[in-house]
């Protein structure tokens, strides 16, 4: 598994650039700058930027599961949240390293220029919180990640994810924050990026892979065919988070085994999906919350 937007922080490969220089070269050549210093002391402030953050986080990403020894065919399937899915596809032999960095860096310019707020909800089931939305006229705000049960994260124009936030809290969500972006991502008011990031990805030389990498649009498998209509489709469309593990966990699992019998690893040093996989385990068979 691989982690997406928001595990960026000052630090971040501190223990992999100098383990990697040729790969960290060919990264700096293709971003124009030095993606060691951005991670490392990040003079300039870039990192709570989209544009910078992402391209990043993908080379972290790529170094950590690099700097654990493992290969794509090591396992049966692979799987990335949001950002985190480039280097899934990566992984598992879709698109090169150069090839995944280009079209992240394509997908980080074309959503920057879209405004938007996002906001984590914990303590409410999905259903519950579009009934909240429903009910205080909130129709601009958008599911934009189904991360678990009782976890999930919205995305609209900003003044609306403040409304969203207050009822939210008044029915009863345990947190409702907002997240360090500027854009909501995954949700119509990314409409604008679909033009230029079409662009991107026509021109990537993608391939057949080698491992199966569960796409977050539609819970199942990538077919390779439509690996570029998925990620730019994927823009506008919700990261289904909860829905891709337990797919997981249904076709590869076995009830009677510990853990169902699949083990999940996270490349990289944050275990965020982790905890995720951990709650979705948690939470498989339990009574409905009405």
């Not at 403040?162 to 009822?167: D, F």
């Not at 998925?230 to 823009?235: E, K, S």
Request: include cysteine; aromatic fraction near 6%.
């Amino acid at each position: 598994m691989f982690p997406g937007q928001g595990v960026q922080r000052q630090g971040m490969g501190e223990d992999l650039f100098e383990r990697f220089p040729r790969l960290v070269d060919r990264a700096n050549d293709i971003l124009g700058y030095s993606v060691r210093d951005l991670c490392l002391s990040d003079p300039a402030g870039r990192l709570s930027d989209s544009r910078f953050s992402q391209p990043a986080i993908y080379v972290v990403n790529a170094l950590a599961y690099r700097a654990e020894g493992l290969r794509g065919d090591d396992f049966d399937v692979l799987l990335g949240h949001s950002l985190g899915e480039y280097n899934a596809l990566e992984a598992a032999g879709y698109i090169g390293f150069e090839a995944g960095l280009e079209l992240v860096r394509a997908r980080a310019e074309a959503t920057a220029k879209c405004s938007g707020a996002m906001l984590a909800v914990v303590g409410l089931e999905l259903r519950r919180v579009h009934a909240v939305l429903r009910h205080a006229g909130l129709d601009e705000v958008e599911t934009a990640n189904v991360n678990s049960r009782f976890q999930t994260v919205l995305g609209g124009p900003d003044l609306d994810i403040g409304h969203a936030r207050s009822a939210l809290v008044r029915a009863g969500a345990r947190i409702a924050t907002r997240l360090p972006v500027t854009g909501a991502y995954h949700t119509r008011h990314m409409a604008a990026a679909i033009a230029p990031f079409s662009s991107a990805t026509a021109a990537a030389p993608f391939r057949r892979g080698h491992t199966p990498v569960v796409a977050n649009r539609t819970a199942r498998p990538h077919d390779a065919s439509l690996v570029r209509r998925d990620l730019v489709d994927h823009l506008t469309s919700p990261v289904l988070w909860q829905q891709s593990v337990e797919w997981i966990l249904d076709t590869h699992g076995d009830p009677d085994l510990p853990n169902e019998g699949v083990d999940f690893q996270e490349a990289g040093a944050t275990r965020v999906l982790t905890r995720l996989v951990s709650h979705i385990r948690r939470d498989r068979g339990a009574p409905d919350h009405d």
